[in-house]
């Protein structure tokens, strides 16, 4: 069954009519959501920590952040727009008990409330709307007249409304211009993880690392090795973007077109396929989301040790080097230091 999809004309403004809507956090998604929601006629106040740019940054932009607790009992509508990893804390300490019977409870990705660290209160409704784009894109598509697609999913039980006020949301942030998915918290949490880890962060990144030390073991210049693993993915991705894989193929040439149907299917194979479908089986149990959990309990030990070790890899030096050179990409660097 195809699934179902809201454009602009299934969303009302009018459901948040009348309502406060508090975005806590003035990051990526924050900075995006609030400014979006504000340019639609939306009440939007802000709750952000003073002390660092996006406190800054959230006065420049006009709004007057409070702390947290306060910003969740002055609203209606609540949307914890923090680090994934620090929310169950917060929600516990700050959030939860400023919360009242008939408050929507939000968030851009169901991690939390889908692995139990963000529980809604009772009268409360989860509620989902998560933009398939960073934080930038979202405020510069919606600049533009246009809008980043989301995905809209509702907690059990929750109400009609709730979802009215979820697609007027879509709607207040230019979701419903790009199609609004519907889904629910297990499916939005378990293939976002998944596409992260064995694609998009994850896959890729070790493909690309493993197959530029192949070249430099054989004693190919890491430069070539550079351009050919790393950079030149982005010319493939972007055929993908636009076209899929029959447009990348009918870009590239023939001989590349071959070297990929024959060579591919040996660099993954069944036993990738195996260890895809274990990782997958680590996300639906919650494994994954407890050594996530007790990994930052624990003050991120092996997350910070992994990030040094990966910051100061070969490919990473080279890469720094030669893009600085390259003007017209738009370089940006890491601090790198131990
Ligand atoms: P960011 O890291 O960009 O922003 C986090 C915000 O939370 C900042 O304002 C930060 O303030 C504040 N913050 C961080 N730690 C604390 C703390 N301990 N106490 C109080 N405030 C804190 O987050 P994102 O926008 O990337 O992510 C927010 C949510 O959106 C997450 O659930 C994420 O999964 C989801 N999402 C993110 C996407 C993205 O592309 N970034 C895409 C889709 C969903 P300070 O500046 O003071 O540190
Ligand atoms: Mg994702």
Not at 30 to 36: D, I, K, R, V, Y
Not at 93 to 112: E, K, Q, T
Not at 162 to 167: D, H, K, N, S, V
Not at 238 to 250: A, E, I, K, V
Request: hydrophobic content about 35%.
């Amino acid at each position: 069954m195809p699934a179902k999809v809201y454009y602009d004309s299934d969303a009302d403004l009018s459901a948040l009519k009348g309502k406060t809507i508090a975005i806590l956090g003035y990051g990526s998604q924050g900075h995006a959501q609030a400014q979006n929601l504000r340019d639609s006629g939306c009440t939007v106040i802000i709750g952000q920590r003073p002390g660092g740019p996006n406190y800054d940054l959230a006065r420049e932009h006009g709004f007057d952040p409070k702390p947290i607790d306060e910003a969740t009992r002055d609203a209606d509508i609540v949307n914890i727009l923090l680090p994934d990893e620090v929310q169950g804390d917060l929600y516990r300490a700050r959030i939860r008990d400023n919360l009242r019977p008939g408050n929507v409870l939000m968030c851009s990705h169901g991690f939390n409330i889908h692995f139990d660290q963000v529980r809604p209160p009772a009268g409360v409704d989860g509620l989902l709307v998560a933009p398939k784009g960073p934080g930038h894109l979202v405020r510069s598509e919606f600049v533009r007249g246009g809008g980043v697609p989301c995905l809209i999913a509702m907690s059990d039980g929750a109400s009609d409304e709730t979802l009215r006020i979820g697609l007027a949301y879509a709607k207040g942030i230019g979701g419903t211009r790009g199609g609004v998915i519907r889904t629910t918290f297990a499916e939005e949490t378990e293939t976002d993880l998944f596409g992260e880890q064995v694609v998009l962060c994850g896959g890729v990144s070790e493909l690309v690392k493993s197959a530029f030390q192949t070249l430099v073991d054989a004693g190919y210049q890491p430069e070539m090795a550079y351009f050919e693993c790393m950079h030149e993915l982005k010319l493939i991705v972007d055929l993908f973007y636009q076209g899929g894989l029959s447009y990348m193929r009918y870009s590239v040439s023939n001989t590349a077109e071959f070297g990929d149907y024959t060579r591919g299917p040996r660099i993954v194979t069944e036993e990738t396929r195996k260890e895809m479908r274990r990782i997958l089986d680590e996300i639906q149990t919650g494994k994954f989301a407890r050594e996530w959990i007790l990994e930052n309990r624990a003050g991120a030990p092996v997350f910070q040790a992994m990030r040094r070790r990966d910051r100061n890899l070969e490919i990473e030096k080279v890469g720094r080097r030669l893009r600085r050179l390259m003007t017209w990409i738009n370089a940006k660097e890491v601090d790198s230091s131990p």
